[in-house]
């Protein structure tokens, strides 16, 4: 199967009252806190670490991990239309034990959060790592 064969679908939904409710989960109660960009950032933080953990977990390495994520939201020079301009990613990860090579590793995390591919932008990293 060639990598042209893979294909992911997800589903969620918003109801009128804000309620949100991701396929085959449990309810997400959404406050007005809670705006689509913020659910953007989320998601690139939890879509890194779950990268970050596929690949360790691939080379037998145990991943602990936590992040935050910050961007900017502006009208881009090429074609006027608001978008994130700038993207931040900081996560803080355990890893036991070390990798052979912690560069190679968290590269790999980077590429493939697809989130993170998604993105008109590319997200900077900044990977703090306890290994």
Request: net charge negative; with cysteine.
């Amino acid at each position: 199967m060639s990598a042209a064969d893979y294909r992911f679908e997800y589903r969620a939904s918003l109801d009128s009252a804000g309620g949100a409710l991701a396929e085959g989960g449990s309810p997400l109660e959404l406050t007005r806190a809670w705006t689509p960009e913020h659910l953007v950032l989320a998601g690139l933080v939890a879509c890194s670490i779950k990268s970050l953990k596929y690949h360790a977990r691939r080379a037998e390495i145990h991943v602990t991990a936590g992040g935050s994520a910050h961007g900017a939201v502006a009208r881009r020079e090429e074609d006027g239309r608001f978008a994130f301009v700038e993207v931040g990613v900081r996560i803080e990860a355990a890893l036991d034990p070390a990798p052979e090579s912690l560069d190679e590793l968290l590269a790999k995390a980077e590429r493939d959060c697809f989130i993170g591919a998604s993105l008109t932008v590319k997200p900077s990293y900044e990977w703090v790592i306890d290994a």
